[in-house]
């Protein structure tokens, strides 16, 4: 590997089509918002999708110096407990938030499998392959049916949470017009992450057809959410490298488009810490009282919030005299 080619084809590279992909990752985490909303707002009031977004993006700036998604993941329910949102309700709005995206991910994995697994050379890449597919398989089995296992084995306290989180999972899928929401704002999710890649790989000259950039996207995805490195650096151009070899790119370039991802997810961070740094993501009028407790706010069907708008004072009116 030629370390200084990586850095030069990184010199070289479209600013243009950076610009664009930033512009795409910014989308993608506006829609992530949009999904929080819904599959928040079913259980509990939701502060709502803008107030989310702040918080994405809180999330997105810890992910650069904590373990990838873990840490991000930890800040939002820390967040959201800052604005009176139930531990409980935080934890599994997130996680099914999660679930969701990596839902559209494994099927896009499963479709693109075949041809992935003609394109590569070696049988011991090929196994990893199917082994990453399998154990994303596994975590969603899991998370949809947890709760359906003897009830002696999630009976401490521990293990009664994922029990919920669970039943939860499957009562969003007994709603098909918030399931479709949900799952078609996960499907242009990962679209726009896809074309991220691709505008990266094209900025250095690497014109991969966007159907190659399908195939090697999810597993790329899933492996660097091992929480074993920071960002997922290390990972991430570890795996793109070797993957992208199969398709005749060159080391060198592959690892230039994996540092412009990296810096990219940097950039797209930056505001979240300044929202952190000024408490901006969690802001109310009323910094004393819980979402939906708030003058002003009422809550209704349970899990929606309407604003109640005080009639204007007639400013002839004089002030009681007490």
């Known amino acids: ?27 993608a985490n506006f829609f992530v918002s949009l999904r ?3 599959i928040l707002s079913a259980e509990v009031p939701s502060p709502g999708a803008g107030t989310l977004l702040k918080i994405v993006f ?18 939002r329910v820390w967040r959201c407990r800052k604005l009176g949102i139930g531990l409980g309700a935080a934890i599994r709005s997130i996680l099914l938030d999660r679930a969701c995206g990596y839902l559209v991910l494994v099927v896009i994995y499963a479709a693109s499998l075949p041809s992935l697994l003609h394109i590569l050379p070696e ?10 597919l399998g154990v994303g398989l596994l975590g969603l089995l899991v998370l949809l049916f947890f709760d359906c296992l003897p009830r002696a084995m999630w009976r401490p306290r521990v293990i009664a949470p994922l029990a919920e989180l669970s039943r939860e999972s499957r009562r969003l899928f007994t709603h098909p017009r918030r399931c479709g929401t949900v799952l078609g704002l996960s499907t242009l999710t990962i ?12 900025s250095v ?19 660097q959410l091992l929480p074993i490195s920071l960002a997922g650096w290390g990972v991430r151009e570890v795996v793109l490298v070797v993957a ?3 398709f005749g790119v060159p080391g060198e370039t592959a690892l230039a488009i994996s540092v412009l991802l ?38 209704r069907s349970g899990t929606r919030l309407k604003r109640i708008i005080a009639p204007e004072r007639d400013p002839t009116r004089l002030s009681d005299p007490r």
Not at 4 to 25: D, K, Y
Not at 123 to 132: C, K, N, P, T
Not at 191 to 202: E, S
């Open 36 to 38: 929080w909303h819904l």
């Open 244 to 246: 992208m070899a199969s």
């Open 123 to 132: 049988a011991r890449q090929r196994g990893s392959i199917v082994a990453v």
């Open 205 to 223: 000259g690497s014109r991969l057809p966007l159907a190659n950039w399908i195939m090697i996207v999810p597993p790329v995805t899933l492996i």
């Open 191 to 202: 679209g726009l992450t896809i074309l991220a890649f691709k505008l990266v790989g094209n």
């Open 58 to 75: 809180v999330g997105l700036f810890f992910n650069q110096v904590l373990p990838t998604g873990v840490g991000g993941d930890a800040v």
């Open 262 to 299: 990296g810096l990219c997810f940097i950039v797209i961070g930056v505001p979240g810490g300044l929202l952190w740094l000024t408490d901006r993501d969690i802001a109310r009028p009323d910094q004393n009282v819980p979402i939906g407790q708030a003058p002003g706010w009422v809550q």
């Open 1 to 27: 590997m030629d370390f200084g080619r990586a850095a030069e084809i990184i010199g070289q590279a479209s600013l243009p089509l950076l610009a664009t992909t930033l512009v795409a990752l910014l989308a």
